[in-house]
């Protein structure tokens, strides 16, 4: 008999269960729930032999260069691709023994569900020196939802205190500073790369690992063959190359954050923090100002463990924004 799965954490972007709570709005949904760059990058032309043939050994190599280019790894790093990082996130509990993880939070809610699932004992822990003492230290940064971002001198002193260091920089590409891509290739360190987020291709399922080569090896092993799908490693080969499209939009996302400031402070809500892809935001009755958006069409984000956190995510264009400001009004 198959076991019951364990309750999944709840995320954003749900279209389906906002129309059952909310009905269907008179307006195409506004999505404002999730991370996502609403100014996706353009859609090539692809060959037909991408979606008829196999993936082939050169597709990949020439995906993991371009990965490895634009992240910026040494060349001693191992870099492998996925169907997304939420595999990775999967894959990586299953690959050491039973273990103390410490996972700095609140935070993306998969971290801990995987190594918890995956028979580790697993605490939530606020700073990186309350991580002392576990095995493997996860960290997101960017955090998710705050924006926090952890200085280089703490990252460092946790990966020589832990077993292992999992990184999740799923937003480092809004904020490209904060990275330790660099130092891909040390031994217990797993830097997470997400492709989806800000190339707003999160159907795509793409992500990458930066690590050392062994650990490379053992998670390109564990995802079998053809992890990657040809079309996915076409678009994400040419995306991941087009630095002119990548400044661009930094530039772009950067002037939206400020504009979404802008209409969030004029309706009295504090922005707590956040990154150019979202703003968390802090009102006194979070899921209610949700509910009353949702009643609208825009669905944004609130948080169970923090009554008075909403995440926000940015508007594509003015009359997303114009919707919004219309609904806090």
């Known amino acids: 008999m198959i076991p019951p799965h364990p309750a999944l954490p709840r995320h954003g972007g749900d279209l389906a269960a906002a129309k059952r709570r909310y009905g269907t709005p008179p307006r195409p949904w506004l999505d404002l729930s999730t991370g996502i760059n609403p100014r996706s990058y353009p859609l090539p032309s692809l060959p037909a032999s991408c979606w008829t043939d196999l993936p082939d050994a050169d597709a990949e190599a020439a995906l993991l260069a371009a990965a490895a280019a634009c992240y910026g790894t040494p060349p001693q790093a191992g870099v492998v691709a996925a169907a997304g990082t939420q595999a990775l996130i999967q894959w990586l509990p299953r690959l050491r023994p039973p273990s103390r993880v410490a996972v700095l939070g609140p935070t993306y809610a998969e971290h801990a569900a ?3 699932a995956a028979g580790h004992q697993v605490a939530e822990v606020a700073t990186l020196d309350a991580a002392a003492g576990a095995d493997v230290v996860v960290v997101v940064n960017p955090n998710n939802p705050d924006g926090r971002i952890f200085p280089f001198a703490a990252l460092e002193g946790a990966a020589a205190r832990a077993r292992l260091l999992v990184v999740d920089e799923a937003f480092a590409d809004v904020a490209p500073e ?3 891509a660099a130092w891909a290739g040390r031994p217990g360190l797993v830097i997470l790369r997400s ?3 800000f190339f707003g291709l999160a159907g795509l399922r793409l992500g990458f690992a930066l690590t050392d080569r062994d650990t490379a ?3 390109r092993a ?7 799908a040809g079309p996915a490693m076409a678009v994400g080969t040419g995306a991941l190359s087009d630095r002119a499209w990548i400044s661009d939009t930094r530039r772009w996302l950067k002037e939206r954050a400020e504009r979404l400031d802008v209409v969030l402070g004029a309706a009295g809500i504090e922005v707590l923090g956040g990154t150019t892809l979202f703003r968390l935001a802090r009102c006194s ?3 209610r100002l949700a509910d009353h958006l949702g009643r609208q ?3 944004t984000r609130a948080f169970a463990y923090e009554p008075e956190w909403l995440r926000v995510g940015l508007p594509g264009d003015d009359d997303g924004l ?3 400001r219309l609904a806090l009004a």
């Open 114 to 116: 995987a190594w918890a």
């Open 285 to 287: 009755d979070a899921q």
């Open 217 to 219: 090896g053992r998670l």
């Open 297 to 299: 069409g825009i669905l």
């Open 195 to 197: 492709f989806g987020k």
């Open 178 to 180: 904060a990275s330790i």
């Open 322 to 324: 114009e919707r919004l």
């Open 222 to 228: 564990a995802q079998g063959g053809w992890a990657v």
